[in-house]
């Protein structure tokens, strides 16, 4: 084996330095490759919250178990195929959106309270017209007590369906 280069630690290439294209970036690590974002139906939405409110006995301090959520990804996965144009419905894509589902609760509570000034439909939304848009404009700029209202900006013209499937997996001390 003396011929053979198998347990050489010298190179078999050319001891001149090595050719650098200067064209091609160097030191940089290769692209990452994304995953799609998970899209939800509203169909999908509800499936999600009735999964969880099933499973309103896996609550530890006021939040589902990790278990629970892949529980619920596994759930997804079998009432709702991926396709091949929405990404996953991971445990974590779950969680998310159910902090979203939670989010838009509280803006849409807000919106109902009399104080915000809107006659919200659970339909219709805030029914924001022309001779309303500044006001909701501003509405939704404001940030009263560090929290923003634009998180009802959705909700200009349109219902939040979730509003009860959300409240019933909500804590009973910040129900309203």
């Known amino acids: 084996m ?5 347990g050489s630690t010298r190179s078999l290439r050319s001891r001149g330095p090595p050719v650098v294209d200067p064209f091609v970036p160097q030191g940089l690590p290769p692209p990452r490759s994304h995953k799609k974002a998970a899209t939800w139906t509203v169909e999908e939405e509800a499936a999600l919250l009735n999964f969880l409110y099933s499973n309103l006995g896996q609550v530890a301090d006021g939040n ?3 278990v629970t959520w892949n529980t619920a990804a596994a759930y997804m996965a079998r009432s709702f195929p991926p396709s091949e144009n929405a990404g996953d419905k991971t ?3 779950c969680e998310r959106k159910f902090k979203m589902l939670k989010k838009y609760y509280y803006a849409v509570a807000d ?3 009399i104080a915000s000034g809107f006659a919200y439909d659970d339909n219709h939304g805030a ?3 022309l001779e ?4 909701w404009d501003r509405y939704t700029k404001l ?3 560090c929290q923003s209202h634009k998180d009802a900006k959705p909700f200009r013209n349109s219902g939040f369906p979730h509003f009860q499937s959300v409240e019933l997996l909500l804590p009973s001390s910040t129900r309203g």
């Open 2 to 6: 003396s011929g053979s280069s198998a």
């Open 64 to 66: 589902f178990k990790k």
């Open 91 to 93: 445990a974590e894509a």
């Open 111 to 113: 919106l109902k309270c």
């Open 127 to 129: 029914m924001i017209t």
């Open 132 to 135: 309303n848009a500044d006001l």
């Open 143 to 145: 940030i009263t007590f």
